[in-house]
């Protein structure tokens, strides 16, 4: 008999419960106490700082944080390793296979790899201190070939032999692999990048502008300043980045003025003549003295790489962008992603040849991206779902959203443990979806025109079931022809609320009454005190409503003909600044005498709340505090698909638990 799932799509999670009785729904108490589940074995989070490739061969630079399971590290002394050593992962196939190699004490910033064998890494030492490293057989040993009082900055590699290193602003150079080093020291103070294209002519910006070299750094002149009238409306740059080859060059300079979507830069080209020109500029209205065209991303000076006279790759604060018509027009090469990390991506490689490959680091955690001729996909780790998650059975589950791409629909058979991409749907955001049988299902899509889906085929194809006046805060699905959605109404967020069904597999909806009592709380509501809410339907005939007005529960059940209040039990312990309080709420089901609820606390640093409801009553967990659920509005957090079993969505990723919440695993093992 297939399980009867509820399924709800809010923000995360409140605190209450409900139990049921017989046939109908019996009020219960709160247990004295809630006692911690546990995390099976230690969960460290993979934390990527750099990405180096040569074709197929290529290496990350990682460290594992400690999340869960395991006491904090003590800090590191000198007869002491560091709580986190760093480490190396190698493939040479194109990441179907990785090795690790340790690295001790160190911690590497940058890589440039030259060749198969071929490269350098900037790193540092708590003992040693800083410096930079170089390997002649593809990273399987490395030796110190400059030490350095700073911290590397840049690293810039010019064929096997020749590299530039930044750091304190100061300039060293080397044209025999790190035997023999050169100090470069500019007339100007403040270098953050500097890019030689020839052994003798280079180039370094400062906050002030760019500068120039034809003797090999010995001597240097301004090239270019900053026009005033820019500098007093966008603020004095606070980053730049530069990057000249024999083609062509660019440079872009990043202000302080800031605003939520970014902040202001510039883009500049370096012409024929060796003049500079600002060719295109951030959105924040004109320009004194410059004329420019104004491209449409935020992002700040991270990286950029000239890729042919006219073109360029920019990796900025909000993803990867490319222009092939100098500057005057942008393209996004990276997919856009649900939430974005600062930077959007810690480190690029490949972009000379064109085979991208990008490393990002969000709150899910570090990836790996690769870039082919059909698109992105994700190499490190596993991919898994950040935005709802689905669960038909134990081994056939359904989700929303990667880390990178909000867009993403991807179904797993082996529950849990591996995730596929599957084809999208075109136009709009998917915000819910919800599957009735490991092949049909259904996905609803935010956009100009919320559009419902429907899937006989497992994902691998869609079709367009009808349209909504609004996207649905909740979708739930019975059977292939029953299903219902609750929808925000009205002025403020959210002030009102209406619950449709439908009886004909979506194709047309008929708008049912809310129970009055919940009416009435909403009239004398402010809006923005009611934060979240979720409708759950797993039989045409019994339900549930659940809001969140004022941070408090509110819950209603249906059952057959009427709606009746259900008293949402607190808890016991006052977190925070108060009483129980929280933010968002998640709900699954299995069958009709089963009930989960995942419970987001309000305040920061709090912990996570599962409840269970069965035959005999509650069963309450408090997850460990480094186990977050805050996910995104509209987010299915709990897929129930036994007594006892449950998948969470978090931000170490799916967790499952095969005891009613008291232990948890992580799914993706490749995460550990």
Same mark, same amino acid.
């Given at each position: 008999?297939?399980?009867?799932?509820?399924?709800?799509? @809010?923000?995360?999670?409140?605190?209450?419960?409900?139990?049921?009785?017989?046939?109908?729904?019996?009020?219960?108490?709160?247990?004295?106490?809630?006692?911690?589940?546990?995390?099976?074995?230690?969960?460290?989070? +993979?934390?990527?700082?750099?990405?180096?490739?040569?074709?197929?061969?290529?290496?990350?630079?990682?460290?594992?944080?400690?999340?869960?399971?395991?006491?904090?590290?003590?800090?590191?002394?000198?007869?002491?390793?560091?709580?986190?050593?760093?480490?190396?992962?190698?493939?040479?196939?194109?990441?179907?296979?990785?090795?690790?190699?340790?690295?001790?004490?160190?911690?590497?910033?940058?890589?440039?790899?030259?060749?198969?064998?071929?490269?350098?890494?900037?790193?540092?030492?708590?003992?040693?201190?800083?410096?930079?490293?170089?390997?002649?057989?593809?990273?399987?040993?490395?030796?110190?070939?400059?030490?350095? @009082?700073?911290?590397?900055?840049?690293?810039?590699?010019?064929?096997?032999?020749?590299?530039?290193?930044?750091?304190?602003?100061?300039?060293?150079?080397?044209?025999?692999?790190?035997?023999?080093?050169?100090? #470069?020291?500019?007339?100007?103070?403040?270098?953050?990048?500097?890019?030689?294209?020839? #052994?003798?002519?280079?180039?370094?910006?400062?906050?002030?502008?760019?500068?120039? +070299?034809?003797?090999?750094?010995?001597?240097?002149? #301004?090239?270019?300043?900053?026009?005033?009238?820019?500098?007093?409306?966008?603020?004095?740059?606070?980053?730049?980045?530069?990057?000249?080859?024999?083609?062509?060059?660019?440079?872009?300079?990043?202000?302080?003025?800031?605003?939520?979507?970014?902040?202001?830069?510039?883009?500049?080209?370096?012409?024929?003549?060796?003049?500079?020109?600002?060719?295109?500029?951030?959105?924040?209205?004109?320009?004194?003295?410059?004329?420019?065209?104004?491209?449409?991303?935020?992002?700040?000076?991270?990286?950029?790489?000239?890729?042919?006279?006219?073109?360029? #790759?920019?990796?900025?604060?909000?993803?990867?962008?490319?222009?092939?018509?100098?500057?005057?027009?942008?393209?996004?090469?990276?997919?856009?992603?649900?939430?974005?990390?600062?930077?959007?991506?810690?480190?690029?490689?490949?972009?000379?040849?064109?085979?991208?490959?990008?490393?990002?680091?969000?709150?899910?955690?570090?990836?790996?991206?690769?870039?082919?001729?059909?698109?992105?996909?994700?190499?490190?780790?596993?991919?898994?779902?950040?935005?709802?998650?689905?669960?038909? @059975?134990?081994?056939?589950?359904?989700?929303?959203?990667?880390?990178?791409?909000?867009?993403?629909?991807?179904?797993?058979?082996?529950?849990?443990?591996?995730?596929?991409?599957?084809?999208?749907?075109?136009?709009?955001?998917?915000?819910?979806?919800?599957?009735?049988?490991?092949?049909?299902?259904?996905?609803?899509?935010?956009?100009?025109?919320?559009?419902?889906?429907?899937?006989?085929?497992?994902?691998?194809?869609?079709?367009?079931?009808?349209?909504?006046?609004?996207?649905?805060?909740?979708?739930?699905?019975?059977?292939?022809?029953?299903?219902?959605?609750?929808?925000?109404?009205?002025?403020?967020?959210?002030?009102?609320?209406?619950?449709?069904? +439908?009886?004909?597999?979506?194709?047309?909806?008929?708008?049912?009454?809310?129970?009055?009592?919940?009416?009435?709380?909403?009239?004398?509501?402010?809006?923005?005190?009611?934060?979240?809410?979720?409708?759950?339907?797993? @039989?045409?005939?019994?339900?549930?409503?659940?809001?969140?007005?004022?941070?408090?529960?509110?819950?209603?059940?249906?059952?057959?003909?009427?709606?009746?209040?259900?008293?949402?039990?607190?808890?016991?312990?006052?977190?925070?600044?108060?009483?129980?309080?929280?933010?968002?709420?998640?709900?699954?089901?299995?069958?009709?005498?089963?009930?989960?609820?995942?419970?987001?606390?309000?305040?920061?640093?709090?912990?996570?709340?599962?409840?269970?409801?069965?035959?005999?009553?509650?069963?309450?967990?408090?997850?460990?505090?480094?186990?977050?659920?805050?996910?995104?509005?509209?987010?299915?957090?709990?897929?129930?698909?036994?007594?006892?079993?449950?998948?969470?969505?978090?931000?170490?990723?799916?967790?499952?638990?095969?005891?009613?919440?008291?232990?948890?695993?992580?799914?993706?093992?490749?995460?550990?």
């Amino acid at each position: 008999m297939r399980p009867v799932r509820l399924f709800a799509l @809010t923000v995360v999670l409140a605190t209450g419960m409900l139990a049921l009785g017989g046939c109908g729904l019996l009020q219960t108490s709160a247990p004295a106490s809630e006692p911690v589940a546990t995390i099976a074995s230690p969960i460290a989070q +993979t934390v990527y700082t750099a990405v180096g490739f040569v074709g197929k061969d290529g290496m990350i630079s990682a460290y594992e944080q400690p999340l869960v399971g395991q006491a904090p590290a003590a800090p590191a002394t000198a007869a002491a390793p560091p709580p986190n050593p760093g480490k190396l992962l190698s493939t040479r196939d194109g990441g179907r296979t990785w090795h690790a190699t340790s690295l001790g004490n160190w911690q590497v910033d940058a890589i440039d790899m030259v060749t198969h064998r071929v490269g350098y890494l900037a790193a540092d030492d708590p003992d040693v201190g800083y410096a930079v490293l170089r390997t002649a057989d593809g990273g399987r040993s490395w030796r110190e070939v400059l030490p350095l @009082t700073f911290s590397p900055t840049f690293l810039r590699a010019s064929g096997a032999q020749g590299l530039l290193v930044l750091a304190g602003g100061n300039l060293y150079a080397t044209e025999d692999g790190g035997r023999h080093w050169r100090s #470069v020291h500019p007339d100007v103070p403040g270098i953050v990048a500097a890019s030689f294209p020839t #052994v003798l002519r280079g180039y370094a910006v400062t906050g002030l502008g760019i500068l120039e +070299t034809e003797d090999g750094g010995v001597h240097w002149r #301004v090239r270019y300043t900053l026009p005033q009238g820019l500098v007093a409306q966008l603020g004095l740059a606070t980053g730049a980045t530069i990057d000249v080859e024999p083609q062509g060059g660019f440079a872009a300079f990043t202000f302080a003025n800031c605003w939520p979507s970014g902040c202001p830069h510039v883009v500049l080209r370096i012409a024929a003549s060796g003049d500079w020109q600002i060719v295109s500029g951030e959105d924040a209205g004109p320009l004194p003295t410059v004329t420019a065209p104004e491209d449409g991303f935020a992002g700040g000076a991270q990286q950029l790489w000239t890729t042919g006279p006219d073109s360029v #790759v920019w990796n900025g604060a909000g993803g990867l962008w490319q222009s092939t018509d100098a500057g005057a027009s942008w393209q996004e090469i990276g997919a856009p992603k649900a939430h974005q990390p600062s930077p959007a991506f810690v480190d690029v490689s490949g972009v000379r040849s064109g085979d991208l490959w990008a490393i990002g680091q969000d709150v899910w955690g570090g990836y790996l991206l690769h870039r082919t001729a059909v698109g992105w996909r994700q190499v490190l780790p596993q991919p898994f779902p950040v935005s709802a998650v689905d669960f038909v @059975t134990d081994r056939v589950g359904y989700g929303i959203g990667l880390s990178w791409s909000p867009r993403a629909i991807v179904g797993t058979r082996d529950g849990g443990r591996t995730w596929h991409v599957l084809p999208g749907v075109g136009g709009g955001l998917p915000v819910a979806l919800s599957f009735t049988s490991p092949e049909h299902g259904y996905l609803a899509t935010a956009g100009i025109s919320p559009t419902l889906w429907q899937t006989a085929d497992g994902g691998r194809s869609w079709q367009v079931v009808g349209a909504f006046a609004a996207p649905p805060v909740s979708l739930a699905f019975s059977d292939p022809l029953h299903g219902a959605a609750l929808f925000a109404t009205g002025p403020g967020w959210p002030l009102e609320f209406a619950l449709a069904q +439908t009886e004909d597999g979506g194709r047309t909806w008929t708008t049912e009454g809310l129970p009055d009592a919940f009416q009435s709380l909403l009239t004398n509501t402010k809006p923005t005190v009611v934060t979240s809410a979720s409708a759950l339907f797993p @039989t045409p005939d019994r339900g549930y409503l659940l809001a969140l007005v004022q941070h408090v529960p509110q819950l209603w059940g249906f059952l057959g003909s009427r709606w009746q209040a259900i008293a949402v039990p607190g808890g016991t312990q006052a977190r925070g600044n108060g009483t129980e309080s929280f933010k968002g709420v998640a709900m699954s089901s299995p069958g009709a005498r089963h009930l989960w609820l995942a419970l987001q606390p309000n305040w920061s640093q709090a912990q996570a709340r599962i409840m269970r409801l069965g035959p005999s009553g509650w069963q309450l967990y408090d997850l460990p505090a480094a186990v977050s659920l805050d996910l995104p509005q509209g987010s299915g957090a709990v897929s129930a698909f036994g007594d006892g079993r449950a998948v969470i969505l978090t931000n170490l990723g799916p967790l499952e638990t095969e005891d009613g919440g008291q232990t948890w695993r992580l799914l993706a093992e490749s995460r550990r």
